[in-house]
């Protein structure tokens, strides 16, 4: 069966700065797509950024991208130039090729100070 | 678009009592998700659907829930003789399924239900 591993519970970043959420996976598909969902304070999750396992490029959106490295099986999100909006938590999720099914890692929150 | 809706936002209700959730998409998306959420950890997927077909179902999905999308549109979760344990947000998301265009494998999620059993 497929994991998710978000190792840190929390984070905390300064605005302004640069911040990386770690997440490791665990599957023995070869075709997958990986996700980073962000679930502000009472408000619905929405995703962030998107990643397709047989490109090798990683992605990127606006102030977002990833670092995938598929034989580690890890997948970070780094959030550069980091807005107070950034606090959330931040869930890491796995799709695999023939399924609908996400499955989620436990979470990071984000904490940004000012 | 007015996004997923979700109703009630909050439920309370007494051990032994049923409950029952509201999901409506996003119009014209196909697949509808539901997902359970308990405090501190990720979603966990209890099951999904194509138009009214539910074409996958977690084992999480005991005998006491079901869930049902009769015309394809709005689906309903219904949880019978409750437990503490049940006591969760429960997530609905939709999507317009699958296709060749990346944004068509996003699912879009509503603001959840939460339900807590005393």
């Known amino acids: 069966a497929q994991t998710v591993t978000q190792s840190q519970p929390e984070m905390s970043v300064q605005e302004a700065e640069t911040v990386t959420l770690s997440c490791t996976y665990d599957?023995?598909?070869?075709?997958?797509?990986l996700f980073w969902y962000k679930q502000p304070p009472s408000r619905q999750m929405i995703l962030v950024i998107r990643q397709e396992a047989y490109k090798q490029q990683n992605a990127t959106e606006n102030r977002f991208s990833v670092n995938f490295q598929k034989a580690a099986k890890s997948f970070s999100l780094k959030i550069s130039d980091s807005q107070l909006g950034d606090a959330a938590m931040y869930f890491c999720a796995y799709r695999g090729y023939n399924t609908d099914k996400l499955i989620f890692g436990t979470g990071t929150r984000l904490q940004v100070f000012p | 678009d007015t996004g997923v809706s979700q109703d009630p936002r909050h439920k309370i209700t007494k051990r032994g009592q049923n409950v029952t959730f509201r999901c409506d998409p996003i119009s014209e998306h196909n697949r509808l998700y539901w997902y359970r959420q308990t405090l501190g950890q990720g979603p966990e997927f209890l099951t999904y659907f194509q138009n009214e077909a539910q074409l996958e179902k977690s084992r999480l999905l005991s005998d006491r829930f079901s869930a049902e999308r009769p015309k394809g549109s709005f689906s309903t979760l219904e949880i019978q003789r409750t437990e503490q344990g049940d006591s969760a947000m429960y997530l609905c998301?939709?999507?317009?399924?699958?296709?060749?265009?990346?944004?068509?494998?996003?699912?879009?999620f509503g603001p959840g239900t939460r339900l807590t059993v005393t």
């Open positions: 998301a939709s999507s317009p399924g699958r296709g060749r265009v990346t944004k068509v494998y996003e699912q879009y």
């Open positions: 599957t023995s598909e070869s075709d997958y797509y």
